[in-house]
């Protein structure tokens, strides 16, 4: 783990352009992040959670029936004194009360047909790697995920 304190909108920028999501396609990608918010992680890691979330976030709107209106993918964060919370929110189908037992355990939370289920346990395991946490938020419509993330103590 390579942590540091650096600029998160950036990494979100480059997810965002990573999966084309700012392509002038059906669905809409927001930022609604302070580009003065840091965060104390590792890089490689915070691009390859929220290359997750964002990647599933897609598939799940992509799978709705057609006629359905436009997608959204939305990522807001706020910094409360010594931890930072990211969410990452869709308007996309939800997800099925069957799959929320087993969302964060390996090869069983997928609801997709040819999903390996590997994307939100390995997400998981690198928000406790940075003494952080990640969890589904209950949401009226579609799916939110929080990352939250604490700033490591000062030595």
Known sequence: QRRGVIALRPVLDEVGEALGLYRDGPIK???DVDPEIRIDADREHLF??????CRNAVQAIEG??????????RISASREEHSVSVVVSDNGPG??????????QPF?????RGGTGLGLPISAELAQAHG????????????????????????
């Open 108 to 112: 069983q939370g997928s609801t997709r």
């Open 132 to 155: 952080g946490s990640l969890r589904l938020l209950d949401t009226s419509t579609g799916a939110a995920f929080e990352l939250q993330i604490p700033d490591r103590p000062l030595q």
């Open 29 to 31: 990608f927001e930022l």
């Open 48 to 53: 390859r959670i929220f290359s997750n979330l």
């Open 95 to 104: 997800i099925p009360a069957r799959a929320r037992d087993k969302l964060f």
């Open 64 to 73: 709705r029936e057609a006629g359905a209106d436009g997608g959204l993918v």
